[in-house]
């Protein structure tokens, strides 16, 4: 028999609950309670015929839980079932559970399945998709990989439409895409193409077949279902598998017990290990967590350091991760006599993935009101909350100019900056400075912000672009009897006391953009 805790025997004895979740790390005993709570169900809550059902992640899985329960199966006294309350116990792998039912819905429609799309179809569709969106950067051969993992992703969450994945939150994505931008339509576009190709080269993906299945699942009526199911390692389950189980339950009697370890890194492709809640699913779980301590004891305890990492390892590991891209960089690997290791190394350079969306607060230094928005400089868009915004105004960035001490004033655009136009009030004679120097912060003016400026009067104690004696300044402007003071927002920095000299106001400070 299997030595348990008495926090393990108390849930494996739990009356029939409805729905609950069991936490623990590796070697907590998640699957020993799970299989053992598999037999108590069959026992106490079980008529003839009915059936409990336990899914696991692989093949691999499945064996060592069936050869667990078949052990302790032979070591229970038999003779506690009374014949009137005997259930099956079904033990499956996820893939071999949706096979199943894609099999008696026959959804591959004489199709081959493909466990991954070839990466020659993908490459085939990019310059069509080039050419109705010219201005997304990363359409191109070097981006094969992020285009197949948010293609597997979309697939995954089970998207049938577009406006469901416009409007989708994106989680662990190696390259943001805001929503209902120029980006998620190319995606949407290369994965319609490329499953109508695949269908004319009598193919369909996996994902597809998956995808298929629950849309047949939740429409027979006389499917075989389940009373009680319980789910290993459901951290690892993408949302369409998940729904597949849902599918599955008789609805309104049993229970669903999903066994759950949160410390594993894991795929962004699975839907609870990303950080979605039950309810998405069709689950209510307030309050229904139980959490199973490790068994195994450190002889030392040596404290946890945490590591940022940079974007060439978050870049590796995303790749790394999906077993089907991961197999499509070995087989180029092979066939260019190159480490796998290599190919996503390059591919993490070329593809710059943490470059193209922009993160900026606009402070509005007339009203107070600070905003955030989102710059997408790979499609040329501006988003507000993930909104798209259709009206921006593009102002001209000029050069420095010094929160601290002055500097020579160099009258030349050095760029442009689009602002979603909600944000100006006044766009006539406006402009923007970079700034140097940290003699504003406390006005919240930082060095390597950009301030926007707006030509005209500037009254006592504002804030001004004022240029003096061959220099520029950002500084607070505060009339004396006598003379000017430019005061700095900094005790570290003295007034500069203005009493002769070319001195003039180039224009008083209405904004703040602060890169975020």
């Given at each position: 028999?299997?030595?348990?805790?008495?926090t393990?025997?108390?849930?494996?004895?739990?009356?029939?609950v409805g729905?609950?979740?069991?936490?623990g790390?590796?070697q907590s005993?998640?699957?020993?309670?799970?299989?053992?709570?598999?037999?108590y169900?069959?026992?106490?809550a079980?008529?003839?015929?009915?059936?409990v059902?336990?899914?696991?992640?692989?093949?691999a899985e499945?064996?060592?839980?069936?050869?667990?329960?078949?052990?302790?199966?032979?070591?229970?006294?038999?003779?506690l079932?009374d014949?009137?309350?005997k259930g099956e116990?079904?033990?499956?792998?996820?893939?071999?559970?949706?096979?199943?039912?894609?099999?008696k819905?026959?959804?591959h429609?004489?199709?081959?399945?493909?466990?991954t799309?070839p990466?020659t179809?993908?490459l085939a569709?990019i310059?069509q998709v080039?050419?109705a969106?010219?201005?997304v950067?990363?359409?191109?051969?070097?981006?094969?990989?992020?285009i197949h993992q948010?293609?597997?992703?979309?697939?995954?969450?089970?998207?049938?439409?577009f406006?469901?994945?416009?409007?989708?939150?994106?989680?662990?994505?190696?390259?943001?895409?805001?929503?209902?931008?120029?980006?998620r339509?190319?995606?949407?576009m290369?994965?319609?193409l490329?499953?109508?190709?695949?269908r004319?080269?009598?193919?369909m993906?996996?994902d597809?077949?998956?995808?298929d299945?629950?849309?047949?699942l939740k429409?027979?009526?006389l499917?075989?279902?389940y009373?009680?199911?319980?789910?290993?390692d459901?951290?690892n389950l993408?949302?369409v598998?998940?729904e597949?189980?849902?599918a599955l339950?008789i609805?309104?009697?049993?229970?669903v017990?999903?066994l759950m370890d949160?410390?594993?890194k894991l795929?962004?492709?699975?839907?609870?290990?990303?950080g979605?809640?039950?309810?998405?699913?069709?689950y209510?779980m307030?309050?229904r967590v139980?959490?199973?301590?490790?068994?195994?004891?450190?002889?030392e305890?040596?404290?946890?350091?945490e590591?940022?990492?940079?974007?060439?390892?978050?870049?590796?590991?995303?790749?790394?991760?999906?077993?089907?891209?991961l197999?499509?960089?070995?087989?180029?690997?092979s066939?260019?006599?190159?480490?796998?290791e290599?190919?996503?190394l390059?591919?993490?350079k070329?593809?710059?993935?943490?470059?193209?969306?922009?993160?900026?607060?606009?402070?509005?230094?007339?009203?107070?009101?600070?905003?955030?928005?989102?710059?997408?400089?790979?499609?040329?868009?501006?988003?507000?909350?993930?909104v798209?915004?259709?009206e921006?105004d593009?102002?001209?960035?000029y050069?420095?100019?010094?929160?601290?001490?002055?500097?020579?004033l160099?009258?030349e655009?050095?760029?442009?900056?689009?602002?979603?136009?909600d944000l100006?009030?006044?766009?006539?004679?406006?402009?923007?400075?970079?700034v140097?120097?940290d003699?504003?912060?406390g006005?919240?003016?930082?060095?390597g912000?950009?301030?926007?400026?707006?030509?005209?009067?500037v009254?006592?104690?504002e804030?001004?672009a004022?240029?003096?004696?061959?220099?520029?300044?950002?500084k607070?402007?505060?009339?004396?009897?006598?003379?000017?003071?430019l005061v700095?927002?900094?005790?570290?920095?003295?007034?500069?006391?203005?009493?002769?000299?070319?001195?003039?106001?180039m224009?008083?400070l209405?904004?703040?953009?602060?890169?975020?």
């Amino acid at each position: 028999m299997l030595k348990l805790s008495k926090t393990h025997e108390k849930i494996v004895q739990l009356r029939q609950v409805g729905t609950f979740v069991i936490t623990g790390e590796k070697q907590s005993g998640k699957t020993s309670v799970g299989t053992l709570r598999m037999l108590y169900l069959l026992e106490h809550a079980c008529r003839t015929g009915e059936r409990v059902l336990y899914v696991c992640n692989n093949e691999a899985e499945k064996e060592k839980v069936s050869t667990l329960f078949n052990e302790q199966y032979s070591l229970q006294n038999m003779s506690l079932f009374d014949e009137e309350f005997k259930g099956e116990a079904v033990i499956k792998s996820i893939d071999a559970l949706i096979e199943e039912a894609a099999n008696k819905a026959d959804v591959h429609l004489n199709l081959e399945v493909c466990d991954t799309v070839p990466e020659t179809v993908i490459l085939a569709m990019i310059p069509q998709v080039k050419k109705a969106y010219p201005k997304v950067k990363w359409l191109n051969t070097n981006h094969i990989g992020f285009i197949h993992q948010e293609m597997r992703w979309i697939n995954a969450c089970g998207y049938a439409t577009f406006e469901a994945y416009a409007n989708a939150t994106r989680k662990g994505a190696i390259m943001k895409l805001p929503k209902r931008g120029s980006g998620r339509k190319a995606i949407w576009m290369i994965k319609e193409l490329v499953a109508t190709e695949l269908r004319r080269q009598g193919l369909m993906s996996k994902d597809q077949v998956q995808i298929d299945t629950l849309g047949y699942l939740k429409e027979d009526t006389l499917r075989e279902c389940y009373k009680h199911i319980i789910i290993d390692d459901a951290e690892n389950l993408t949302k369409v598998q998940l729904e597949c189980i849902h599918a599955l339950k008789i609805q309104g009697h049993g229970e669903v017990l999903f066994l759950m370890d949160k410390t594993k890194k894991l795929d962004t492709l699975a839907w609870l290990g990303s950080g979605n809640r039950f309810k998405t699913i069709g689950y209510q779980m307030t309050g229904r967590v139980k959490h199973l301590a490790s068994s195994k004891k450190k002889v030392e305890r040596k404290k946890k350091v945490e590591v940022q990492q940079t974007p060439l390892e978050i870049f590796m590991q995303e790749m790394s991760s999906d077993k089907q891209v991961l197999k499509a960089y070995e087989e180029k690997a092979s066939k260019e006599k190159a480490s796998v290791e290599r190919l996503l190394l390059e591919d993490s350079k070329k593809s710059k993935v943490l470059e193209y969306v922009e993160t900026y607060q606009y402070i509005n230094k007339v009203t107070g009101v600070e905003i955030t928005f989102q710059r997408d400089t790979s499609a040329g868009e501006t988003y507000i909350d993930e909104v798209k915004q259709e009206e921006v105004d593009v102002l001209p960035i000029y050069s420095d100019i010094a929160a601290g001490m002055p500097i020579e004033l160099v009258d030349e655009v050095s760029g442009q900056f689009e602002l979603p136009s909600d944000l100006l009030h006044h766009k006539k004679n406006t402009y923007i400075l970079h700034v140097q120097g940290d003699s504003m912060i406390g006005a919240n003016i930082s060095d390597g912000d950009y301030v926007v400026i707006q030509s005209g009067n500037v009254n006592n104690h504002e804030i001004a672009a004022v240029y003096y004696n061959g220099a520029t300044t950002l500084k607070r402007i505060v009339q004396e009897d006598e003379h000017i003071l430019l005061v700095s927002e900094n005790p570290k920095y003295d007034p500069i006391v203005i009493e002769e000299g070319d001195f003039r106001v180039m224009g008083k400070l209405i904004g703040v953009i602060k890169p975020l």
